[in-house]
């Protein structure tokens, strides 16, 4: 495998090893007389690192590469690794958030929103094996915590109360408590259509007590400090 390089100052991590890596401009891609491929899928939440490890591709590995996208494309490289010289070329796409094992795992810092999509890890092996593995991440974000308003925090019976679930996510569910367990919906007490806002028309004497909203998506929730309802006599 022959590659043209110029000396970057960027620094890859391999394997405990710190190596100065060197600007890839291109490499030949040895003819593979064996090519299999395979989809895999990791999640993480925002802000946090992420581990890309494909199982079993140590073993008799001659070098890999990573691609940004569902392709192998030279201009979509963030990394090529060479096991027989120990070297370790950055492309194109590489972040400076990446870390590169000689297993062929890759770990990215700090991830955002827009770290989701596909990678894909190109490995080849002894005897003309090729393998192709897209691995799809999808990066969470982590729901901000919400607080509860209400109209009035001390109200009348035969009066009207209403709660708005605050919160500056988008595309959440919202769930409701009362007295800590889930609240239940009746003719009485009505949601919104988002289940932001929560009404109470009219206010019974046993509606009184603690009210909490939770905020979730499919990787994290947040509930609502507690908010005491109170009736007011007279």
């Given at each position: 495998v022959g590659a043209e390089t110029m000396e970057s100052s960027s620094l890859l991590l391999c394997k405990g090893l710190l190596l100065t890596a060197s600007l890839l401009t291109f490499w030949d891609s040895p003819a593979a007389a064996l090519l299999t491929t395979k989809e895999m899928r990791f999640s993480a939440a925002e802000g946090a690192k992420v581990l890309l490890?494909?199982?079993?591709?140590?073993?008799?590995?001659?070098?890999?590469?990573?691609?940004?996208?569902?392709?192998?494309?030279?201009?979509?490289?963030i990394a090529h690794y060479e096991k027989s010289s120990d070297s370790l070329q950055i492309g194109k796409k590489v972040s400076g958030r990446e870390e590169i094992y000689k297993d062929s795992s890759m770990m990215l810092w700090a991830i955002t929103q827009k770290d989701t999509g596909f990678y894909t890890l190109q490995t080849f092996k002894a005897h003309d094996q090729q393998e192709i593995t897209y691995?799809?991440?999808?990066?969470?974000?982590?729901?901000?915590?919400?607080?509860?308003?209400?109209?009035?925090?001390?109200?009348?019976?035969?009066?009207?109360?209403?709660?708005?679930?605050?919160?500056?996510d988008t595309g959440v569910d919202i769930s409701w408590f009362f007295n800590?367990?889930?609240?239940?919906?009746?003719?009485?007490?009505?949601?919104s259509a988002e289940n932001r806002r929560l009404t109470i028309s009219p206010v019974w004497k046993?509606?009184?007590?603690?009210?909490?909203?939770?905020?979730?998506?499919?990787?994290?929730?947040?509930?609502?400090?507690?908010?005491?309802?109170?009736?007011?006599?007279?």
């Open positions: 490890h494909v199982p079993d591709q140590e073993e008799d590995l001659v070098s890999f590469s990573w691609y940004k996208g569902k392709d192998v494309n030279e201009n979509l490289t691995v799809h991440l999808q990066v969470y974000k982590i729901v901000t915590k919400p607080y509860l308003k209400l109209n009035h925090t001390r109200v009348k019976r035969k009066s009207a109360s209403i709660f708005t679930c605050v919160s500056p800590y367990k889930p609240l239940n919906v009746t003719e009485r007490v009505t949601l046993a509606d009184a007590g603690i009210y909490q909203c939770e905020v979730s998506n499919s990787f994290s929730s947040k509930k609502t400090n507690p908010l005491l309802m109170v009736l007011a006599y007279g």
